[in-house]
């Protein structure tokens, strides 16, 4: 790995951080801006640097650092009702480095398909903890955890890809490769 692809990684871990403490409550399930940075990741990082970014957060938030929404951090968070959503951004951003891999799709195409794919991994696991978690059915904890975020979530993905693709061109334009 690259000094460069290095620093790359850790300027997402801290965008991941910062957009986490951006932090609205609206019941269990805060608002945040994590999706937005989540949708940048897989655009400026390689897929490998795209895991290791989101990996390395998650790490950081498992030894306590405040890393997570409302400045909080440590192993519970990831057994908590919330937890799933943070287990659901690795396997998003795989879904989505995975998908942006294959060639033979329009690129077009791939971004479109690995956001949505990162966003439903993402619901997916977060329902499905929260559901289990708050002993409450999966259609309770899918109006709690997704119906209420499904437009600004469409609207942070949106935003994430166009600045990640400004960002990608940016640095192409520099001369300096996306590894």
């Given at each position: 790995m690259s000094s460069r692809e290095i620093a790359r990684i850790a300027v997402c871990v801290a965008l991941l951080a910062v957009s986490a403490w951006v932090s609205i409550p609206l019941g269990p399930v805060p608002f945040t801006l994590q999706t937005m940075v989540l949708a940048l990741v897989p655009m400026v990082l390689s897929g490998r640097a795209a895991l290791w970014a989101v990996g390395c957060y998650l790490l950081l938030g498992?030894?306590?650092l405040p890393v997570f929404s409302n400045m909080s951090g440590g192993l519970a968070m990831f057994a908590g009702?919330?937890?799933?959503?943070?287990?659901?951004f690795f396997i998003g951003t795989a879904a989505a480095v995975a998908v942006r891999a294959q060639k033979m799709l329009p690129a077009m195409v791939r971004t479109v398909l690995a956001l949505v794919?990162?966003?439903l991994?993402?619901?997916?696991?977060?329902?499905?903890?929260?559901?289990?978690?708050?002993?409450?059915s999966p259609l309770a904890g899918l109006a709690v955890c997704v119906f209420p975020f499904v437009v600004p979530d469409i609207i942070k993905l949106a935003c994430g890809c166009a600045l990640g693709q400004a960002v990608r061109r940016a640095l192409s334009a520099r001369g300096t490769s996306m590894v």
């Open positions: 498992a030894i306590g009702p919330t937890g799933g959503f943070l287990w659901g794919l990162l966003i991994c993402s619901y997916i696991a977060g329902t499905i903890q929260f559901a289990l978690v708050s002993g409450s």
